[in-house]
Nanobody, 124 residues
Framework: QVQLVESGGGLVQAGGSLRLSCAAS????????MGWFHQAPGKEREFVAA????????YYAASVKGRFTISRDNAKNMVYLQMNSLKPEDTAVYLC?????????????????WGQGTQVTVSS
């Protein structure tokens, strides 16, 4: 089992940047594929990015590719999401998820553990 805590959200103007962090405790995070999702009010949780257990492979939603970068530091049990060129439509709660399986998945139901999320608001 792993516990996840997100941080780094806030209010930023369009075109700005934020760096989100996800701290993992309990079972080592290197046992999991890690993903970032976002959820806007009244909408379903949507995939943003994922990173392999070693950190050697990454996968992005088309809407963020080229603007966001996911990374991890297994020695520190941390996962990051660098968000650049932010747009108002990026406004949402951002959640970190851990998946114990071996294959890429973008469906939130395929992730086993979740943090509480951190709010990102992008003003126009």
């Amino acid at each position: 089992q792993v516990q996840l805590v997100e941080s780094g959200g806030g209010l930023v103007q369009a075109g700005g940047s934020l760096r989100l962090s996800c701290a993992a405790s309990g079972r080592t995070s290197s046992s999991y594929i890690m993903g970032w999702f976002h959820q806007a009010p009244g909408k379903e949780r949507e995939f943003v990015a994922a990173i392999s257990k070693s950190g050697g492979s990454t996968y992005y939603a088309a809407s963020v590719k080229g603007r966001f970068t996911i990374s991890r530091d297994n020695a520190k049990n941390m996962v990051y999401l660098q968000m650049n060129s932010l747009k108002p439509e990026d406004t949402a709660v951002y959640l970190c998820g851990a998946r114990s399986g071996s294959n890429w998945r973008t469906n939130p139901f395929d992730y086993d553990y979740w943090g509480q999320g951190t709010q990102v608001t992008v003003s126009s």
